[in-house]
């Protein structure tokens, strides 16, 4: 998770501060085997978007803490007003700035996609990095036919900017996450003819929001469904449950996951494990936060255990050809089934979950040689496999 503010706070260079901060991030990561997404994070709009304190809101309004997002420089709100009549971005100035941006004033849109062909650059030769999400959560303007159209202006822009980049230095050609609008409305279809896309929406259906029975349901096929108008896979940048239970967290990605397993996707990742106890987002229902606020939230969290998310699950790491379809067991079960279909014989490489020295049993169709290494906290095992091939796991 990334900032444009932190990435460029002099328009038109790149921070070497923060670049060193990130490939720190990356290559940490990397040591315990994990992939990177670099994120374009951001909340409405700017950290410098926020009710001066000194500042009374008119009756029905409340303060707009400021969050995080885009320079100082890429901030227009034109003087209107910060306060917000109800989310963080439904303050006026919030969608000034938006507007500002989806209308390419200043060429801050341009300047957003060129500095991702600076990042993609610097991350070309990278394998480590998965991709790069081009902008989290991105909100709305003024007018939603102008949000719309500057988004894909915007989604285009970036995505030439770095294929330039990293064709400019012979790199490997990471995949670009692109996302909808915060609210809902997504970007036209046939904005580019990329051929590594991967369409990236949040999914926190009966998690955040009304708590409808069969939200979840509704809302995982009816992004499936867009992805298919995208013709890309999906990658649901964020889900979780904000329950402090820990059996009613387990329960809701038991039910998550197997609903994104019957819908094969690149997975997904659950937000975030900074967000416990004491988080600064809990700051927006105390804002300017009181001395006597930060006393509580220090008495309240002082033992406060973060709930476990159970995200310790087989999955595939590398599925050659197209993946048809994937089971595993959730909560740390070693049972992973995958379905897919090679045009050449290949290796898929997966991740088996287990607490145990028992070697992993691979079965299946299509399938030949194994390889198990036991690593900390399970199994990673590669299978080769050639045409229609089925590969069974029982951890």
Not at 200 to 223: C, F, K, R, V, W
Not at 268 to 285: F, I, L, N, R, S
Request: proline share 8%.
């Amino acid at each position: 998770m990334t900032n444009w503010s932190a990435w460029e706070p002099q328009r038109g260079t790149l921070d070497p501060d923060y670049l060193a901060r990130v490939r720190a991030a990356v290559a940490a990561a990397n040591r315990h085997g994990m992939y990177v997404v670099i994120d374009m994070h951001q909340d409405a709009w700017s950290k410098h978007i926020a009710t001066p304190p000194e500042e009374e809101c008119p009756p029905g309004t409340r303060p707009h803490i400021g969050w995080d997002g885009a320079p100082e420089w890429a901030t227009f709100t034109d003087g209107w007003p910060t306060c917000t009549p109800g989310s963080r971005e439904e303050s006026p100035a919030v969608l000034a700035a938006w507007h500002a941006f989806y209308m390419n004033r200043a060429g801050i849109r341009d300047a957003l996609a060129a500095t991702w062909g600076r990042i993609a650059a610097e991350f070309a030769h990278e394998p480590g990095v998965a991709g790069f999400d081009l902008l989290n959560e991105p909100g709305l303007g003024f007018d939603l036919d102008i949000t719309l159209v500057g988004l894909a202006h915007y989604y285009r822009s970036a995505i030439a900017e770095i294929r330039a980049a990293e064709a400019a230095v012979g790199g490997r050609g990471h995949i670009v996450f692109f996302e909808p609008t915060v609210v809902g409305p997504f970007v036209e279809t046939g904005f580019s003819d990329d051929a590594n896309l991967v369409f990236a929406p949040h999914n926190y259906g009966e998690s955040i929001g009304p708590q409808l029975p069969g939200l979840l349901d509704l809302l995982t096929g009816a992004l499936q469904l867009l992805a298919r108008a995208y013709g890309t896979t999906t990658w649901i940048g964020e889900y979780g449950s904000f329950a402090s239970d820990d059996a009613e967290r387990a329960a809701y990605m038991s039910r998550f996951n197997r609903l994104d397993d019957a819908n094969p996707g690149a997975g997904g990742t659950w937000w975030q494990w900074e967000q416990e106890c004491g988080d600064p987002h809990d700051v927006a229902g105390a804002y300017p936060p009181s001395d006597e606020w930060v006393a509580q939230q220090r008495e309240r969290c002082g033992d406060a255990r973060m709930a476990t998310p159970c995200t310790a699950r087989s999955y595939p790491r590398a599925a050659p050809g197209r993946l048809l379809s994937l089971r595993a067991a959730p909560c740390g079960g070693g049972t992973l089934t995958v379905r897919g279909r090679t045009p050449t014989p290949s290796t898929a490489e997966l991740w088996i979950a287990s607490d145990t020295d028992g070697r992993p049993v691979v079965t299946g169709t299509g399938v030949g040689d194994v390889l198990a290494e036991r690593r900390p906290g399970g199994w990673r095992v590669a299978v080769r496999v050639e045409g229609d091939y089925l590969i069974d796991v029982q951890g």
